[in-house]
């Protein structure tokens, strides 16, 4: 087998090979925490400062402003000031931002189809789905809940 010159053999693997560079980079950015959620909320159009920070819930604003900022260094975002009154700033995919479009729509399909499962299973060894007749919310003053002292957690 002929290792590609992007990848990197693996120590130890014997013989296989490691991520690809350029795909682990690209989960390196887009994994970054906001990012891809951003390019996923512009995905369905332009939005203003504060029409991402409604979208995009738990994001400070000063996060906010640190990864558009990223992202439209990397060519991913343009950012438009529109004139007023009131002056607005409208930020939108580039063509670049553009091409992310199908890959993460597939990969959010992948989500609803495979990972939502997966996570049901979390945490059983068995892979079995939970009881769906235990109760999953903990009683109110009870933030870890009866099931989990019940489990040994």
């Avoid at 994994?31 to 909320?41: A, C, E, P, V, Y």
């Avoid at 299973?121 to 009683?139: F, I, K, L, M, W």
Wanted: charged share 20%; proline share 9%; hydrophobic share 40%.
């Amino acid at each position: 087998m002929v290792a590609r010159p992007d990848s990197v053999p693996a120590p130890g693997a014997g013989g296989h090979t490691a991520c690809d560079g350029a795909l682990a980079h690209a989960f390196g950015f887009l994994g970054k925490r906001w990012n891809g959620i951003l390019i996923g909320t512009l995905m369905h159009g332009p939005a203003s400062f504060s029409g991402l920070r409604r979208a995009v819930p738990g994001i400070s604003e000063s996060v906010l402003a640190s990864r558009l900022t990223e992202l439209s260094t990397a060519g991913l975002i343009t950012r438009e000031v529109c004139p007023g009154p009131p002056v607005t700033v409208v930020y939108s995919l580039t063509d670049s931002g553009q091409a992310l479009v199908p890959v993460l729509s597939d990969l959010a399909a992948w989500s609803r189809d495979h990972l939502t499962a997966a996570c049901e299973r979390v945490g059983d060894p068995n892979g079995d789905a939970p009881d769906a007749s235990a109760p999953t919310d903990p009683a109110p003053g009870d933030e870890f809940g009866a099931r989990r002292r019940s489990e040994g957690a």
